[in-house]
């Protein structure tokens, strides 16, 4: 019967767990058992490593950390703990970033600001599994309330912020939050309250509900896995979410993401001992930063409001339609990240994107992370970058569920946006493309904006054409006879004369003067 926090050391990813033996009689949970692995610590120190480039450009002096030949970057943040522990055991405390001297103190900072933000997360991973061997269940909406993370049931992404000059990234112990969530308080008050036994068994559930009633007067709210995915309709309910409002969200995730790219130029993402190759990897952790902010806002769309409760809830418990306006506020700000400027992989950062080296062993997650190619084994493939980064968000937008129930909610109130004012809004932006930028001049940047313009439409093409043939999903609901037909029009007398138009123009292009 004895509870378990164990630590495991592991590279490549698995799950932490929090399981629970109990009693089949009672349900009394008789023993609980906590694995943690260090591959946490390991991926948040790759996302650092991604976005802030921690190493000087001198590898003498640079954080302290490069003068450990070939190690990674997780293992000489966690060599650095280990000295600090010691340090701190024979000093009687000092800072992580003084372990060893000779340190700059920007870098100081930095090395702090690290490793405090990696044993936030572990501290708020652990408090995370033990909820569950005390009963707890994932409560995916404890990011979404306007009091900030309510739940370590949640799984939290961190928060990083732009500096107040706009050029640097912050990631340091706040980027997560800090204690328990006021949700989980109430959860476990509500489970473990020892009760007067000398009160009738309506009185009991009576004091209960005053609990879960305070707790829904003051705006938290409970959604949990099987409403979490991408196809459901409340946005609370995302994993790896933030914030109150998933368009802002959104556009903060789309700032950080362009100065993390800026980042990965810099000649202080890597140590001078690690290989070029290793920016293959660190990538598409900056690349696709937005994703899970674009699935959360893509539930906007044609989404709505509920919570769970039975009949004799006092409040009455319904479906909410989202706003119109914030609908399609959400649709423009997700139309906002199939700009060229955002699809477009700087040329200086493409050329750096060199092929696994030899003999190196990926860090965490092997090539399964790395973007796909049709350039050849290990070469990067900047096309095939900004289509999967196109396709993330348009086939969100064009998934079974979002298009059904944009559908059904212009029958049911015509002042929510219909399927039909969404195809015109999406191929209005995305088929904007000026071919004179393709005909004559320099392959410059204006000219390649435009093709990843025709990468993002044909993207809606392809997308759209599936929800018109698509009459049995293996993978997801099948679209409506309703929604195929209006996909079917749409296709017809939207989307190929537009494409038609694009072709028409291309033809006149020469080889001499096509810049793809």
């Not at 093409?461 to 409506?480: E, G, I, K, P």
Request: net charge negative; charged share 20%; aromatic share 6%.
């Amino acid at each position: 019967r004895r509870h378990f926090v164990e630590w495991v050391d592991r590279d490549l990813r698995a799950y932490s767990l929090g399981v629970r033996i109990e009693d089949p009689r009672s349900g009394e949970i008789l023993k609980g058992h906590v694995r943690i692995e260090n591959l946490r610590m390991r991926q948040d120190a790759l996302l650092a490593e991604a976005l802030l480039g921690p190493f000087a450009d001198d590898p003498t002096t640079g954080m302290g950390l490069s003068e450990v030949q070939g190690s990674s970057f997780a293992d000489r943040l966690q060599a650095r703990l280990i000295a600090t522990r010691s340090a701190k055991t024979s000093a009687g405390g000092t800072s992580l970033s003084h372990a060893k001297g000779s340190v700059k103190s920007s870098e100081s900072q930095m090395v702090d600001d690290i490793m405090g933000a990696i044993l936030q997360r572990v501290k708020q991973l652990g408090a995370h599994e033990v909820g569950h061997t005390l009963g707890l269940t994932h409560n995916f909406a404890g990011s979404s309330t306007l009091h900030g993370y309510a739940s370590v049931m949640d799984y939290p992404p961190p928060l990083v912020t732009i500096d107040s000059t706009g050029t640097k990234l912050v990631l340091n112990n706040r980027s997560y939050a800090d204690g328990i969530g006021y949700f989980d308080k109430v959860a476990i008050d509500y489970g473990y309250r020892p009760l007067d036994p000398s009160m009738s068994p309506e009185a009991q559930r009576e004091q209960l509900d005053e609990l879960l009633q305070q707790a829904s007067l003051q705006g938290y709210v409970f959604l949990t896995d099987q409403d979490s995915s991408v196809s459901s309709a409340d946005w609370r309910d995302s994993p790896w979410d933030s914030g109150s409002d998933p368009v802002v969200a959104l556009q903060t995730a789309l700032q950080v993401r362009a100065l993390a790219l800026q980042n990965l130029e810099s000649s202080t993402v890597l140590s001078d001992f690690t290989p070029r190759s290793h920016l293959q990897e660190l990538f598409p952790v900056v690349y696709l930063w937005h994703r899970y902010q674009v699935e959360t806002a893509v539930k906007l769309i044609g989404g709505n409001l509920f919570q769970y409760a039975l009949k004799r809830d006092v409040q009455l418990r319904a479906l909410v339609p989202i706003d119109g306006a914030k609908q399609l506020g959400a649709l423009d700000q997700l139309i906002a990240a199939l700009d060229p400027k955002v699809l477009m992989i700087p040329a200086a950062l493409a050329d750096l994107l060199l092929p696994n080296a030899f003999g190196y062993v990926s860090e965490i997650g092997g090539s399964a992370d790395l973007m796909s190619t049709r350039s050849g084994s290990g070469t990067f493939d900047a096309t095939v970058a900004s289509e999967i980064g196109a396709n993330l968000v348009v086939s969100a937008i064009f998934s079974a569920s979002c298009l059904e129930r944009l559908a059904v909610q212009a029958q049911r109130n015509a002042s929510l946006p219909s399927l039909t004012e969404v195809f015109q809004r999406l191929t209005s932006a995305v088929f904007a493309v000026d071919v004179a930028n393709l005909v004559s001049g320099p392959c410059d940047a204006q000219r390649g904006s435009e093709v990843l313009a025709l990468v993002a439409a044909q993207s809606v093409l392809a997308n759209a054409y599936v929800s018109v043939t698509d009459a049995s999903s293996s993978s997801s609901a099948s679209h409506s006879l309703l929604v195929r037909n209006i996909c079917k029009y749409h296709v017809q007398n939207v989307l190929l004369p537009a494409i038609q138009a694009l072709v028409n123009d291309l033809k006149n292009l020469t080889s001499e003067n096509v810049c793809v």
